[in-house]
């Protein structure tokens, strides 16, 4: 069967709080980077992304905020509701060309009503 | 609208029997992907396609391959399944390599 994963960073809040989920990338080069929402079963989908010449960018409910200077990127939600809940990734790429996403260990969010 | 579909999205198969996943897009992106997740963990890129280009990680075990026979259209082949190969198998799309890539849920794999 599949090997034993290691235990996810889980972040506990209670329905109609806010919530911060933090990442930390590895490549200064990285221009582009998008956070994903994996509920349990599913594949990834795509919640929001920033390019690098930017340092905040807000969507429906959420806002990614960039800080290149140390290399961190976090998701904000909202008001957060028990459908939010699940594993959300951080990922990255840098540049064009042969480059392609590079993915963090990700963070399982836990909503109570 | 299913956009990235994939099938079956539950696969059982006997430990060294041969099996194949396939993945179809409705995007004509350029670039289809395969990763492989296991529990708890983030996606592991396993290749991926640039149209008819082939880009194979390094670390991708020989007993994978895949085939892309037109844009719409990939699979993924496992020569013969061992159980460290019960995962999820994710495939993904983009326009350009550096653009958002796009999932289908997922196929789970279940090797006895």
Not at chain 1, 37 to 52: A, H, M, N, V, W
Not at chain 1, 80 to 92: I, L, N, R
Not at chain 2, 68 to 96: H, Q, V
Request: glycine share 8%.
């Amino acid at each position: 069967g599949e090997s034993v994963g290691l235990h996810l960073p889980t972040l506990s809040v209670q329905e109609g709080d806010n919530s911060i989920i933090n990442c930390a990338y590895s490549n200064s080069a990285s221009d582009y980077f998008i956070w994903y929402k994996q509920e349990s079963g599913k594949g990834p989908q795509f919640i929001i992304d920033i390019r690098s010449n930017m340092d905040k960018r807000q969507g429906q409910r959420v806002t990614v905020l960039l800080n290149k200077t140390v290399k961190h990127l976090s998701l904000q939600i909202a008001a957060t509701q028990p459908g939010d809940s699940a594993v959300y990734f951080c990922a990255e790429n840098w540049g064009s060309g042969y480059s392609t996403l590079t993915f963090g260990k990700g963070t399982m969010l836990l909503v109570s009503p | 609208d299913a956009m990235v579909i994939q099938n079956p999205r539950y696969q059982v198969t006997q430990f060294g029997k041969p099996v194949t996943l396939s993945c179809s897009q409705t995007l004509n992106h350029n670039v289809m992907y395969w990763y492989q997740q296991k529990s708890s963990q983030a996606p592991k890129l396993l290749f991926h396609y640039y149209d008819k280009d082939f880009n194979n990680e390094a670390d991708t075990p020989d007993n994978f391959q895949s085939r892309r026979p037109n844009t719409s259209f990939c699979f993924l082949d496992i020569r013969s399944p061992g159980l460290g190969d019960a995962a999820m198998y994710l495939c993904a799309t983009s326009r350009e390599r550096e653009d958002t890539q796009y999932f289908g849920p997922g196929t789970r794999l279940t090797v006895l």
